[in-house]
C-alpha cells in the first residue's frame, strides 16, 4: 500500500478523523508550535486525514497573531474548532468577530462547549448563529438520557471524553458503549476527544513525561468501529469485546470494507453513514502518533 493510495475503507474511515489539539495535554505545546505543526501537516500526505484546529476561544487573538502568516499562504484555509468559556455570549460574540475579520482564510465553524444541564444546552443553542455547529460535552451519569434527549430535540451534538492524563480519566467499555447506544438511539452525532492516540487499545505511557504513569488506552480504531457495529444493532456483549481488541489481525480492511474477526462486516456504504451521521472525529494533541502507529500495523 503507497501514502498516496490507502485502501478505499482506510480512506473512508479516516477522512479528516483528527481535530489538532495540540494546545491542550498531553502534549500542551505553545501556539507557535502547535501553529506550525498544523502548517506542516496541511501540506504531507496524510492531510486527508485531518480535521480542525482545536483553540480556546480566550486565545483566537494569539492564534492569529502566530497563524496569520500561514494563512495568507494557504490556498485551502483553515477551519477552527473553538472551545467556549464560561460565558456561551461572550464566546459567541468574540467568534463572530474573529470571522468577521479573518474569513474565508480561517473561519470558526465548530464550537465545543462543557453543559452539564438541559438549560446550558437550550441556551447556548437559542444564541448560536447558523454558522457554527456546536459539540456538547455533557456527563455520562445517570443524567445522560435527559441530556442526549434535549440534543436530539435541539438538533445539537454531543462529545464524550474517551481519556486523559492519569488512569481515571479513562471511562470503562461499558459507559463508552452507554454513551453510544444513547446517541445512536436519538440519532445525535458526537465527537471523542482525549486519550485517543493509538489506533487499537493498548498500554501506554499516558503522558509523554519521563517516566510518566501507564494506563489502558482505548483506540480510535476499536472506538469508531465499536461506533459502527453498535449502529447495525451488536449487542453488548460483542460491542465490549470489538472496543477492548489489542489485536491488529482482528481488523481486516479492504476494497471493500472491513471485516472483524471474520465474522462481522461492514462496507464502504455502512463507514460513510457512520462518519457523516454518527460519529464525526476525535481530538488529539498529536497527529504524527496515530499516523506512526497505523503504519506500524500495515493500516497507511
Known sequence: MTDSAPKESIRVLLTEIIDYAGLFP????SMAEAVLNYATY?????????????????????????????????KNGWRLSVLAGEDIYDTIRKTDDFNAHHSPFVFCDTLEVRATTESKIENTAEA???????????????????LVATLAFLGQRAKIRTGGVTADAFPRPNEIIRFVRTCLAANVPFKAT?????????????TYAANAPQG?????????????????????LIL?????DEFEEGFVFDQGGVTWRNDYFLSIAQLVR??????ISFGSCSFDEPIADLQQIGLL
Open 274 to 279: 457512520l462518519r457523516r451521521e454518527n460519529i
Open 216 to 236: 489502558t488506552m482505548h483506540g480510535f480504531l476499536n472506538m469508531f468501529l465499536t461506533v459502527a457495529f453498535a449502529r447495525e444493532g451488536c449487542e453488548s
Open 128 to 146: 448560536l448563529p447558523d454558522y457554527l455547529k456546536a459539540y456538547f460535552e455533557i456527563p455520562n451519569n445517570e443524567r445522560l438520557g435527559d
Open 42 to 74: 496541511k501540506n504531507s500526505n496524510y492531510n486527508w486525514m485531518l480535521g480542525r484546529f482545536v483553540v480556546p476561544v480566550s486565545r483566537l487573538d494569539e492564534f492569529w497573531e502566530a497563524a496569520g502568516d500561514f494563512i495568507s499562504r494557504d
Open 26 to 29: 498531553p502534549s500542551e505545546v
Open 194 to 206: 482525549a486519550g485517543l492516540h493509538h489506533p487499537l487499545r493498548c498500554f501506554k505511557p499516558l
Open 240 to 244: 465490549e469485546e470489538i472496543l477492548e
